[in-house]
C-alpha cells in the first residue's frame, strides 16, 4: 500500500513556489515518449539524467531540491548548458522537475521491529477465518433468527470497505511512528464501527427488523473488525490470535458434546469473542501511545497528554484519501455477495428443503478457501515485488528486462492460482462431511479467478492505480448484476464476470510494468 501524503511544511512549500502537481503535469517533456511498448525509456541526455537521479526526481518536492543535488554531483552551468541545452543549473533542475512525475513514499506495512516473515503471513489467512468458525454458534440462536443474520451481513459487506479504510490511515500513520498509527486505529476505527452500527439499524428499520437486536449485532461484529484490523496494521498477529482462543474453545467443547446451549451462554460467547480482541487491540494501541508520551516530569504533569495529541495531529484522518479503499473494499465485497445470496435467482428455502439447505451450506463454504489463501496471497504479492526489483537491476536491453519482469508477474500468479485451486480441491474432498453440498465447478472457477483479480488488484493499488482498480471492480459488478438480470445462472454470470475482472487486471498489470520505474 502506498500513501499519498507529504509533510505539510513540504506541501506549503510547493504550493507556495507554484508548482502544483497540475503544473508539473503540464510541462512538456523534451522528447516525445511513446505510449506503449519498451520504447518509453527514450535515449534523451535528459531523461538518461533522470534515471540517474530517480531517487532523487521522483521524490522532490521543489526544483530546488533537483538544483543542490546537481551542485552536489559537479554539475556547472557550462556543462548543463553544453550536455542538456540549458543556461544553467536551476532551469536544467525546473527541466528534471517537470519531466518525471511525483511519486509518494510507500508506506511500510508494519512497524520495522516486526520483520517480514512467512509465518506471519500465512497466519493472517487464518485469522480472516475465525469469526465464520464462532459466528453461527453465538448468533445462531437466542430467538433473534433474521435479526443474527442481518446484522452479521450488513457488518461483514460494509466492514469489508471500512476496514480498507481504516488499514489504509493505520498504515499512513506508521509512517510516522507505531504511536501515531494507534491514534489514527482507534480514531478511525471507533468511527468506522459506530457507522456500521447505524447502517445496521437502518437495514433493520427498512425490512421490520428489530432494530436494537440487529444494530447490537452490526456493532458488535464491526468492533471486532476494527479490533482485528488495528492489531494486523501493527503487526501483532499473535496477540489476535491469543485473544480469539476462548471463543474457539468453546465452539470445540460444543462441537465434542452437542447439546442446547441457553441464551445467556451464547450472549457470553459474542462478548469473549469481540470484547477480548476489543481489550487486546486497546492494551497494544496504549502500549505505543505510552512509549510515545515518555514518563511524566516534575512540574509538567500535562506532557503525556500534549504529546499525545501532537501525536494525533501528526496522523490526521484523511479520510478524502481513504475512500477510494473503501469503495473498493465494497465493491469487492458485492462482487461475492451477488453470487453467494442470489438475490435474483428466486428464493432459496433451506428450513423445508434439505437440497436447499446443503447447497446454501455449500456456496457459502466455498469461499473459505479464498479467505484462507489470503495469507498466501501477501506472499505472492511481497515475492512480485521483489522479482520486478531483481528484473530492474538486470543489464540488457529495455526490452528484455521488461519481458523478463511480465513473465515474472505472471509467473508467481499462477503459483497463487495453483495453490488456490489445490485448497478448492481439498474443500470438495472435505465438504461431504459436514453435510454441505460441493460447490459447482464454474463456482471454484470464479472464485479462482477472483482470488487472481485481488492479487493483481494489489499490485496495482501498490503502483498507484487504486483508481482503475476500483473502476474495473465497479464494471466487474454491473456486468454480474447485468447477466443476473438477464436470466443467467448464478455461477456462470460470477464466472464470466471474474473473467472480465481478470483480464482487465492482467492489461493494467502489464502496461504498468511497461513503466520501468515501477520496477524499483
Known amino acids: 500500500m502506498s500513501a499519498a501524503g507529504s509533510a505539510p511544511a513540504a506541501a506549503s512549500t510547493v504550493q507556495g513556489s507554484g508548482h502544483t502537481r497540475a503544473a508539473r503535469s503540464a510541462q512538456p517533456l523534451v522528447q516525445p515518449l511513446a505510449r506503449f511498448g519498451p520504447e518509453r525509456r527514450t535515449s534523451a541526455p535528459l531523461a538518461q539524467l533522470s534515471r540517474q537521479l530517480n531517487t532523487a526526481c521522483v521524490g522532490a518536492l521543489h526544483p530546488q531540491e533537483l ?36 511519486r509518494p513514499p510507500l508506506v511500510f506495512w508494519r512497524p520495522q521491529d516486526a520483520p517480514f516473515t512467512a509465518w506471519r503471513d500465512l497466519l493472517r489467512g487464518v485469522l480472516y477465518l475465525l469469526p465464520a468458525l464462532w459466528s453461527p454458534f453465538a448468533l445462531g ?13 450488513v457488518a461483514s459487506l460494509f466492514g469489508w470497505g471500512w476496514m480498507q479504510s481504516v488499514a489504509y490511515l493505520g498504515y499512513r500513520g506508521l509512517v510516522l511512528s507505531p504511536a501515531a498509527a494507534s491514534a489514527a486505529l482507534r480514531r478511525s476505527g471507533v468511527l468506522a464501527a459506530l457507522a456500521t452500527g447505524l447502517l445496521a439499524m437502518m437495514a433493520a428499520w427498512i425490512s421490520g427488523q428489530n432494530l436494537a437486536q440487529v444494530g447490537l449485532i452490526g456493532l458488535a461484529i464491526a468492533a471486532y473488525l476494527a479490533a482485528a484490523t488495528a492489531l494486523l496494521v501493527l503487526g501483532e498477529e499473535l496477540a489476535l490470535l491469543l485473544s480469539a482462543l476462548p471463543a474457539l474453545g468453546w465452539v470445540l467443547l460444543r462441537l465434542i458434546w452437542p447439546g442446547h446451549i441457553p441464551g445467556e451462554q451464547q450472549l457470553a460467547l459474542l462478548l469473549a469473542a469481540v470484547g477480548l480482541p476489543l481489550l487486546s487491540a486497546w492494551r497494544v494501541t496504549r502500549r505505543h501511545l505510552k512509549s510515545a508520551s515518555g514518563p511524566a516530569v516534575s512540574g509538567s504533569a500535562g506532557q503525556p497528554s500534549r504529546r499525545r495529541a501532537q501525536i494525533k495531529r501528526a496522523a490526521p484522518l484523511d479520510w478524502r484519501r481513504a ?17 453467494l445470496l442470489r438475490p435474483f435467482t428466486g428464493p432459496v428455502d433451506p428450513v423445508n428443503n434439505p437440497v436447499d439447505a446443503a447447497a446454501l451450506l455449500g456456496w457459502s463454504w466455498s469461499v473459505a478457501p479464498l479467505v484462507l489463501s489470503m495469507g498466501v496471497l501477501e506472499l505472492s504479492l511481497r515475492a512480485i515485488h521483489a522479482a520486478l526489483r531483481r528484473a530492474a537491476q538486470e543489464a540488457g536491453e529495455l526490452r528484455s528486462i521488461v519481458r523478463h519482469a511480465a513473465w515474472q508477474m505472471l509467473r508467481r500468479c499462477a503459483a497463487y492460482a495453483g495453490a488456490l485451486l489445490l485448497l478448492y480441491l481439498l474443500n470438495g474432498a472435505l465438504a461431504p462431511l459436514w453435510g454441505a453440498a460441493r460447490p459447482p465447478p464454474l463456482l471454484i472457477l470464479g472464485h479462482l479467478e477472483l482470488g487472481s483479480g485481488l492479487l493483481l488488484s494489489g499490485l496495482l493499488i501498490n503502483f498507484g492505480l487504486l483508481g482503475r482498480v476500483v473502476l474495473v471492480w465497479a ?45 524499483a
Open 475 to 519: 464494471l466487474a459488478v454491473a456486468a454480474q448484476a447485468a447477466l443476473l438480470v438477464g436470466g443467467g445462472a448464478s455461477a456462470q454470470s460470477y464466472a464470466l464476470s471474474a473473467a472480465a475482472a481478470l483480464s482487465l487486471l492482467l492489461a493494467l498489470s502489464y502496461r504498468a510494468v511497461l513503466d520501468v520505474r515501477n520496477l
Open 67 to 102: 538544483a543542490a543535488i546537481l551542485e552536489a554531483e559537479g554539475f556547472t552551468d557550462a556543462l548543463v548548458l553544453e550536455r542538456y541545452g540549458h543556461r544553467d543549473v536551476f532551469g536544467c533542475a525546473e527541466a528534471l522537475f517537470g519531466l518525471v512525475p511525483y
Open 323 to 339: 475512500w477510494p479503499y473503501a469503495v473498493y473494499g465494497w465493491l469487492c465485497a458485492a462482487f461475492l455477495a451477488l453470487v
Open 141 to 153: 440462536g437466542n430467538g433473534w433468527g433474521w435479526a443474527s443474520s442481518l446484522g452479521l451481513l
